[in-house]
């Protein structure tokens, strides 16, 4: 029957744990350690194909990294199970019939019956010894520990470690074997003092360790919560920028069906006309024989029969007319059937579509030659035309001229608040505030004057800032509403601010320099700039926050019209090579009706398409 002692001798402990095996498996340097023992050191180690063994530090293959299929010591795995399932006796009774051991004392390395542990608790001398139960060695809860008297010399103590041999002996083994073959030894105590202290040290070390991986562990969750914020931003800017341009597209939708809407009333008032003309034609051939049958009821005497005569002659004079050409009104569903839808796709861009096939809806003669100084949209529909002459005309998207304010101002410039107040420059660079009912509102704006700015341009953004450039420095001064001093200054990186126009949803402008397109961000510096040579730009903005460019060959009378996206990327043709009358002075404008209709202005004429 094995007892503790022969438990230690036995090496039925593991290596690791310091405890009996429980499913010992062998490596292949013959090691044997617990199952659960070698699957914590294989979790440590880079390789889990590989096990590393702790006591040789040899390598033993681990089949599909499963510490379970390796070889299990059946002997030691039998004799440990004898152990568990064996009560041990006591081996400090001298009688044949040896007692059940019911504890053990780790010091004297002894299995000790009921009466055998009350004898050794008595005696003073070992009153200091560790004793546990045989249960809780039994179960594992309770290491044995390994016993301190030397194998070869049994009545001597383990007082040395053998730092060559890893091991503890008695002094005489240390003088006679260990020391006469070179190897260093020391005491005992000392060596587990330093074993304790090494434990104790990387016990602080880990603990240490430890603390700073959580504390890289709260890190990495903070970042992780950083992560997702920023993400969680993103998705909300997808979302934004999804509404944004539904919206985008939905006015666009809008515009088009309104253009496809006044399409119809042009054409349904060029037939309706020709209708009204044929019915009156009709009404008066009714009329006039009406009157040349009246003759045919009483006889014609003198004035009758001269009269008579005279309406036989009229109707037959009308009679002799042209008969009403059908290909006028045919004419008419011609120019609609060559009108088409063009849907826009391409790639990564948005701008829905564009109708095709239609020419200028209005050709509109100025109120003054030689007048046109500004023009830009205006609320309610209209378009604002503005003369440095004296005056603003307001145009409806057919081109005909509704209104006229303000006759006595020079106009150099205007636009427009949400509220429908406008801002006006004149050509002092004086800028006034007036009220939709255009009456002039007390307040004053400290521009710069002529001189030391020169003309320019003026624009109002989403959040009502008036954008005013000048020539001269190159620079945009921004007011607000409440007029005063500038609240800042937006240099324009080198370009020439003839125009400028604000985006509707973002802070960014676009400007016409002296022979190009630029668009300048938050900060006045060029994102992009878009040249022809040989050809003028004319931009503007659409309220889709898309760009038209109306290109101009001046000594020819022509222009062409593109639109581009918000980084000057083209989209699409609308107006190509279109003839106008050649104006004197050179300078346009080009805008877009809230209806979708583009208007271009001369000095002397309007153009709507």
Known sequence: MATFHQISSQNLECPICLTLFNQPKSLTCSHT???GCLERVSQTQ????????PVCRKGTPVPSGDVSKLQTNVPLNSLVDEVKTKNPTCTVCEMDEKPPAVSYCQDCAKNMCKSCESAHSAWKPVSNHEVV??????SGKVPVRRRRKCKTHPSADEDCFCTHCRENICSTCGMLEHMQAGHQLERAAVHEDNVMKNIKELQEWTKSKKTTIESHTDCIETQRNEITTMLRKLNDDIDKTYEEYIQLLSNRREALKCQVQRLSEKFEKELQTMKEESRQTVSHMNAMEELVTNGMKVPLEKDSLFAHDTLCENLMSFLERDDPDDQLPRAVTQRAQNISFHRYVKVNELFLGKLEGYTPTADVELPRKDSMNCMTRALGGKMVVGSWQGGIHLYSPDGE??????????????????DGRSVVRDGNNKMSLYTPQWEKLDVTFETMSNDDGGFGSLTVDRDDNIYVSYRKPKKIQVFTPHGGKAVRE?????CMPQQIFSFHTTGKLILKDVSGVVCLDDNGKKESVLEKVGLYPYPAICRDDSIIVAWVKHEEGLVSI??????????????????????ERLWYYLQEFESGEIAFCTPDRLYIF
């Open 33 to 35: 350690f617990c199952k």
């Open 46 to 53: 880079p390789s889990q194909q590989t096990i590393t063994c």
């Open 133 to 138: 139960t045989v249960s809780e060695v039994l």
């Open 401 to 418: 001229l509704q209104q006229t304010v303000l006759k006595d101002v020079n106009v150099f410039e205007i636009g427009f608040l949400a």
């Open 490 to 494: 937006v240099m324009c990186d080198g």
């Open 562 to 583: 593109d639109r581009y996206t918000r980084v000057l990327e083209q989209v699409n043709n609308i107006v190509t090579d279109f003839k106008i009358q050649q104006p």
